[in-house]
């Protein structure tokens, strides 16, 4: 903005500079050539008494002095045909005075100041004085210069004036920027000072209430959050006593470890809800231990509904650049859906396998089939959150995979995470 606005000035300045010292510069030169004129002219018109009343010899005298002082040729035509003085063959415009007109004329000399002097008894004599380009032109150029330079200064002098004024506009925009920047990077303190026109500042009084409303909103989802952690924890409890007190056990074990599980998966869900900054470092796990673990938790629950797994899990370890905890719920989430979107009886395969510098993770079932939009964060058919594919999406992505649907091998649904490895993070 700087750059623009001083360009700018710097236009207009040369354009306003050039329509007013052009025509000062074209009206000194004029000035200077009307001046030299008018000195010829009065030394001519000196000579008139002289040319018109004295002898040869007196008129010889007085125009050699007159060229001495002056420095420019002085000429006397007599009618009788003498030249006194610089002697110089008669011209056109002294032809032309001999008739009795006096006039001024350019030359290749220079500009000639003819007079018709009347009066003699021989004729009409005629006096005639050159006058020099370079008297012409005296003072022109050093006045040129002169104006040249003030333009310059004038312009500096507006480039100068713009570029406090640009200051004065942009400093609060970087300052906007800046703190817009610090807002982004969860920086929610970050206010600005309200500076420059009334229109930024505005800008900025909105942009600080922003920030303020934004600050409040985190409130109250953290307030809502540690609800939620105190109203699940108390379930939880109660489902664990319940566990415990079962006659078998196998299946008490069993329950056990799945509240344990959910109470660790709420624990992590509030601990990323209060998370006001990316954790440090890379994240990695084994792919193929987790998969493993999750189809054999959710394999209890496939056999009570009389679902066939078929499970195809490459040798590990198989390193992803995820979470631990978040591949697990993108794994848990693509299962559940199996399950809740699927009658009961229908058989599935999970597959596992290196791909590549990818770990591709496939779920076909032989139901239905994935219903268009889908992935849709928020969105669902049958009912449900609609938020289980796009926690997978979003585990792909953050290892720089993608998450992709397909029609499986038996009709029904096919989901493929592919997940890249923790050294080589790539944008989805």
């Known amino acids: 903005m700087r750059a623009r606005l001083a360009l700018l000035v710097a236009a207009v300045s040369v354009l306003t500079l050039i329509a007013f010292l052009v025509p000062l510069a ?23 008494p ?25 000429s006397v035509f007599l ?38 002097v009347q009066g003699r008894a021989d004729g009409t004599g005629v006096i005639r004085i050159v006058v020099p380009q370079h008297e012409l032109t005296a003072g022109v150029t050093r006045a040129w210069l002169v104006l040249a330079l003030l333009g310059v200064i004038l312009v500096l002098i507006g480039l100068l004036v713009a570029d406090r004024l640009a200051r004065t506009l942009v400093r609060p925009i970087s300052d906007l920027s800046a703190v817009s920047h610090r807002l982004a990077n969860a920086e929610l303190d970050a206010r600005v000072t309200p500076a420059g026109p009334p229109e930024l500042r505005e800008v900025a009084g909105a942009l600080n209430h922003l920030a303020t409303r934004i600050q409040v909103l985190l409130v109250q989802e953290r307030e809502q959050v540690a609800d939620l952690s105190h109203r699940l ?44 900054h990316s954790p440090a470092g890379p994240a990695a796990s ?3 231990a987790i998969v493993a673990d999750r189809v054999a938790f959710w394999s209890v629950l496939a056999e009570d509904t009389g679902r066939a797994v078929t499970l195809d899990l490459a040798p590990g370890p198989l390193p ?32 596992l396998a290196p791909d590549a ?9 032989e139901g239905p089939g994935m219903p268009v939009g889908a992935v849709r964060r928020g969105a669902s058919a049958a009912g449900s959150t609609g938020l289980g594919l796009d926690i997978a999406r979003r585990a792909a992505q953050t290892a720089g995979g993608r998450l992709e649907l397909r029609t499986g091998p038996r009709g029904g649904a096919q989901v493929l995470l592919r997940l890249g490895p923790p050294t080589s993070p790539r944008q989805a």
């Not at 006096?102 to 000399?109: H, Q, Y």
């Not at 199996?338 to 999970?350: E, Y």
């Open 26 to 48: 074209l009206l000194v030169r004029t000035v200077a050539e009307d001046r030299a004129t008018v000195r010829a002219t009065a030394d001519a018109q000196s000579l008139v």
């Open 50 to 74: 002289v040319v018109g009343t004295a002898d040869a010899a007196t008129i010889r005298l007085t125009v050699e002095q007159l060229a001495a002082e002056s420095g420019r040729p002085v």
């Open 79 to 116: 009618p009788d045909g003498t030249v006194l003085g610089a002697q110089t063959p008669r011209t056109p415009a002294v032809a032309l005075a001999a008739r009795g007109q006096s006039l001024t004329g350019e030359s290749a000399a220079g500009r000639e100041v003819v007079i018709a």
């Open 233 to 276: 924890r108390t379930p939880l409890t109660a489902l664990r006593l319940e566990a415990e007190s079962l006659r078998d056990p196998e299946d008490a074990a069993r329950i056990t470890a799945a509240a344990d599980g959910l109470e660790r998966a709420v624990t992590g869900l509030i601990r990323q809800a209060r998370w006001r």
């Open 286 to 288: 084994d792919a193929a």
């Open 320 to 351: 992803v650049g995820v979470a631990a905890d978040d591949l697990a719920a993108a794994v848990d989430a693509l299962l559940g859906n199996v399950f809740a979107h699927t009658p009961d009886g229908t058989s599935f395969a999970v597959r």
């Open 357 to 365: 510098e990818e770990v591709v993770l496939s779920v076909a079932d």
